[in-house]
């Protein structure tokens, strides 16, 4: 993490803000902005435990901040402790500290013995989700519960790892992706969110939506890719920003399509190919529909690129889904409110059937694609080479970037969809 001092900006600003808010040390809104009041609040911080109080974000803050960014903390076991009276210290539970420490034996802790201790939530739902915070919050969630299986989908064009994670032991396999258009993005912490819920409710044995967790664990396998355009991600969220020369050479191809605002209207990977139309279902005639629109060459939008799957991302998605092949997938975008089933007759009765339960639980339209959108999705590849289950859900409702505000009303609608895609009773 970068050191930030009074006046920068950006999505590393919000993270603390978001921290040392829930901390009680900060007053002011989650704005980005390293003003005053977020001086104040770091300094309070600082005091508090026992740094120099300077106002700026060093090594040394990021290391006290990071317990409570991750959720979890090193503890070393003291004399007359026990794991009840730890877990009562962390405000958390015997059963999360078990799970977290393979092999423990919680009758016999040791002075001196290292535990991790999981105390709080992980996935932040206030921010500008960005690659970076991607990247730790899946760290801390392997570290919270060990049994994720966390491998890389691919690279991006700029070397960036393309992290999926895997959870349940299932024969069955459905495959949860998002943020393949980069201002997309508030799609990713609501599939890191369901993750995180997922994960607690199965160590819980509770339910999660009305569903034993622990009864789609054992007979459902679970992939899901959160973020599948990190380089955009990080250019729509303000993570790379001016002066870089990621950044200038994004900007250079949004100034040949000035009535994109740039780079809040940036859906591209930063090759200026659109994702989701690089697949080889229909193509050509994705292609024919974006040039007669103008779209002609690398933009921040409905690019189609030179070939299909011309992109490390798109190859990456591609490859997986043949690797892998799943039952069933979700393709996570925003906005509209609606859920798109069908691809060129493709799709069956049970695909239409299962469309309706989704409907059903998130209030969301089960609707046909748009003509000028019809072509070269990864859900239309799915589709035709499958024949199973696919659909793209359209979040939220807007303008793209939508606001961060709207995540509690998204998670909300779209849990349902999250759950049933993965539990028994939808085969």
Same mark, same amino acid.
């Given at each position: 993490?970068?050191?930030?001092?009074?006046?920068?900006?950006?999505?590393?600003?919000?993270?603390?803000?978001?921290?040392?808010?829930?901390?009680?040390?900060?007053?002011?809104?989650?704005?980005?902005?390293?003003?005053?009041?977020?001086?104040?609040?770091?300094?309070?911080?600082?005091?508090d435990?026992?740094?120099?109080?300077?106002?700026?974000?060093?090594?040394?803050?990021?290391?006290?901040?990071?317990?409570?960014?991750?959720?979890?903390?090193e503890?070393?076991?003291?004399?007359?402790?026990?794991?009840?009276?730890?877990?009562?210290?962390?405000?958390?539970?015997?059963?999360?500290?078990?799970?977290?420490?393979?092999?423990?034996n919680?009758d016999i802790?040791?002075?001196?013995?290292?535990?991790?201790?999981?105390?709080?939530?992980?996935?932040?739902?206030?921010?500008?989700?960005?690659?970076e915070?991607?990247?730790?919050n899946i760290?801390?969630?392997k570290?919270?519960?060990?049994?994720?299986?966390?491998?890389?989908?691919?690279?991006?064009v700029?070397?960036?790892?393309?992290?999926?994670?895997?959870?349940?032991?299932?024969?069955?396999?459905?495959?949860y992706?998002?943020?393949?258009?980069?201002?997309?993005?508030i799609?990713?912490?609501?599939?890191?969110?369901?993750?995180e819920?997922?994960?607690?409710a199965?160590?819980?044995?509770?339910?999660?939506?009305?569903? /034993?967790?622990? =009864?789609?664990?054992?007979?459902?396998?679970?992939?899901i $890719?959160? &973020?599948? +355009?990190? @380089?955009? !991600?990080?250019?729509?969220?303000?993570?790379?920003?001016?002066?870089?020369a990621?950044?200038?050479?994004a900007?250079?191809i949004?100034?040949?399509?000035?009535a994109?605002?740039?780079?809040?209207?940036w859906?591209?990977?930063i090759?200026?190919?659109?994702?989701?139309l690089?697949f080889?279902a229909?193509?050509?005639?994705?292609?024919?529909?974006?040039?007669?629109?103008?779209?002609?060459?690398?933009?921040?939008?409905?690019?189609?690129?030179?070939? /299909?799957?011309? =992109?490390?991302?798109?190859?990456?998605?591609?490859n997986? $889904?043949? &690797?892998? +092949?799943? @039952?069933? !997938?979700?393709?996570?975008?925003?906005?509209?409110?609606?859920i798109?089933?069908?691809?060129?007759?493709?799709?069956?009765?049970?695909?239409?059937?299962?469309?309706?339960?989704?409907?059903?639980?998130?209030?969301?339209?089960?609707?046909?694609?748009?003509?000028?959108s019809?072509?070269?999705?990864?859900?239309?590849?799915?589709?035709?080479e499958?024949?199973?289950?696919?659909?793209?859900?359209?979040?939220?409702?807007?303008?793209?970037?939508?606001?961060?505000?709207?995540?509690?009303?998204?998670?909300?609608?779209?849990?349902?969809?999250?759950?049933?895609?993965?539990s028994?009773?939808?085969?």
């Amino acid at each position: 993490m970068e050191n930030l001092t009074a006046g920068t900006a950006g999505p590393s600003v919000e993270l603390v803000q978001s921290v040392l808010k829930r901390l009680g040390f900060y007053k002011g809104e989650v704005s980005g902005r390293y003003d005053e009041l977020t001086v104040e609040g770091v300094r309070a911080f600082q005091q508090d435990f026992g740094l120099a109080a300077d106002g700026n974000i060093n090594h040394s803050v990021w290391r006290a901040l990071l317990p409570y960014i991750n959720g979890w903390s090193e503890y070393i076991v003291q004399e007359g402790d026990t794991l009840y009276k730890i877990a009562e210290r962390f405000g958390t539970s015997v059963t999360r500290i078990e799970y977290a420490n393979p092999g423990l034996n919680p009758d016999i802790i040791r002075i001196g013995q290292k535990l991790q201790v999981p105390f709080g939530q992980v996935v932040p739902t206030n921010i500008s989700y960005t690659s970076e915070i991607l990247r730790l919050n899946i760290a801390a969630l392997k570290t919270i519960y060990p049994f994720l299986q966390i491998g890389i989908m691919g690279h991006s064009v700029l070397g960036q790892s393309i992290p999926y994670i895997r959870i349940g032991r299932g024969e069955r396999k459905v495959f949860y992706s998002g943020a393949i258009h980069a201002n997309e993005w508030i799609v990713t912490p609501v599939l890191m969110k369901f993750l995180e819920d997922y994960a607690l409710a199965w160590v819980n044995n509770e339910e999660i939506f009305g569903c /034993p967790a622990r =009864e789609i664990y054992d007979r459902t396998t679970i992939y899901i $890719t959160p &973020m599948c +355009n990190p @380089d955009g !991600v990080d250019l729509a969220t303000g993570k790379t920003g001016p002066g870089s020369a990621i950044y200038e050479h994004a900007r250079l191809i949004a100034a040949g399509y000035p009535a994109v605002p740039f780079p809040a209207g940036w859906k591209a990977n930063i090759n200026g190919v659109d994702l989701n139309l690089q697949f080889p279902a229909g193509w050509e005639q994705a292609r024919e529909i974006k040039f007669s629109q103008g779209i002609t060459s690398p933009a921040p939008r409905d690019y189609v690129g030179v070939t /299909p799957l011309s =992109e490390p991302e798109s190859i990456a998605l591609y490859n997986f $889904t043949k &690797m892998n +092949n799943f @039952d069933l !997938v979700l393709a996570y975008h925003t906005q509209g409110q609606e859920i798109y089933w069908q691809f060129m007759d493709y799709a069956g009765e049970e695909a239409y059937q299962i469309g309706r339960e989704f409907s059903r639980v998130s209030g969301y339209l089960l609707a046909d694609v748009p003509y000028a959108s019809s072509f070269a999705g990864y859900k239309d590849w799915f589709l035709q080479e499958y024949g199973r289950p696919g659909y793209t859900i359209e979040a939220g409702i807007g303008e793209n970037p939508l606001p961060i505000s709207q995540f509690d009303e998204i998670y909300r609608d779209n849990l349902g969809i999250l759950v049933l895609g993965a539990s028994p009773s939808i085969t």
